[in-house]
C-alpha cells in the first residue's frame, strides 16, 4: 500500500490548549480521510478531503489537505476531555478500490 | 439499526487451531474490510472484498483467510500458519463506489491466543 506517516506518536495536552496532528506521503494522494478511535472503541469516520489546498472545519476541528495533495493536517482548538482518543489518517491503499492505508495514529490525552 | 456486527467482542483460542471471526452488516454495502490493529501500529489491512465472490490479499494477508459468498457477510478464519494471531481485528464495510466512501466499522474482536 501506499505509505502514510504521521506524527507526532502521542501528545498530552492541558484542557483548553491547541493540538495539530501531521500526515504525509511520499506520493500523490487521490484523497485523505480522518478517523477517531476513542479508547477501547472503534474508528469513526471523522472528514475525506479531496481536493487540493481544500480546508474543512468542524466545529473546534480543522482538516487541511496541501497544495500537493501529499500532507494533511488536523487541528483541534481549545481541547477538551471529549477529544481524547487517538486520531488517524488514512490514504487509498492502492490506485483501484476502496481499501485505506492508514497512519499509525496520533494518541491525545487531555488533562482538566 | 443499520451497522456492523462482529461477533464475538473477545475470543481466546489455543495454539495450533483455526479460529473464524465473524462480520455481519446490514447496511447494503458492496465493499468489505478486514485489519488487524496492534498497540503503536495503526489499523494494517489484511483482506478485502469489492463485491461478492471476489477479495483481495491487503499488507498482511498470510495466515489468514476470507471468504465472500454473501453480500452482508465476511468472515475471517485465523489459521495455525499466523505466527503471531493476538491481536485486535476490525472489520468494515463501505459503498464501493463515488468519491466520498467512508468506511463504517464494527466494534471488533480481540482474538487472544494461549
Known amino acids: 500500500g501506499q505509505q502514510v506517516m504521521q506524527i507526532p506518536q502521542y501528545q498530552h495536552v492541558q484542557e483548553g490548549e491547541d493540538f495539530t496532528t501531521y500526515c504525509n506521503s511520499s506520493t500523490t494522494l487521490s484523497n485523505i480521510q480522518w478517523y477517531k478511535q476513542r479508547p477501547g472503541g472503534h474508528p469513526v469516520f471523522l472528514i475525506q478531503l479531496v481536493k487540493s489546498g481544500e480546508v474543512k472545519k468542524q466545529k473546534r476541528l480543522t482538516f487541511q489537505f496541501g497544495e500537493a495533495k501529499k500532507n494533511s493536517s488536523l487541528h483541534i482548538t481549545a481541547t477538551q476531555t471529549t477529544d481524547v482518543g487517538t486520531y488517524f489518517c488514512a490514504g487509498p491503499w492502492s490506485n483501484s478500490g476502496y481499501a485505506l492505508n492508514f497512519g499509525k495514529g496520533t494518541s491525545l490525552l487531555v488533562t482538566p | 439499526d443499520g451497522g456492523i456486527t462482529q461477533s464475538p467482542k473477545y475470543l481466546f483460542r489455543k495454539e495450533g487451531q483455526n479460529v473464524t471471526l465473524s462480520c455481519e452488516q446490514n447496511?447494503?454495502?458492496?465493499?468489505m474490510y478486514w485489519y488487524r490493529q496492534d498497540p503503536g501500529q495503526g489499523l494494517r489491512l489484511i483482506y478485502y472484498s469489492q463485491i461478492v465472490n471476489d477479495f483481495q490479499k491487503g499488507d498482511i494477508a498470510e495466515g489468514y483467510s476470507v471468504s465472500r459468498e454473501k453480500k452482508e457477510s465476511f468472515p475471517l478464519t485465523v489459521t495455525s500458519a499466523q505466527k503471531n494471531p493476538t491481536a485486535f481485528y476490525l472489520c468494515?464495510?463501505?459503498?464501493?463506489?463515488?468519491?466520498?466512501?467512508?468506511?463504517?466499522f464494527g466494534p471488533g474482536t480481540r482474538l487472544t491466543v494461549l
Open positions: 447496511l447494503n454495502h458492496d465493499a
Open positions: 468494515a464495510s463501505s459503498t464501493g463506489t463515488g468519491t466520498y466512501n467512508e468506511q463504517f
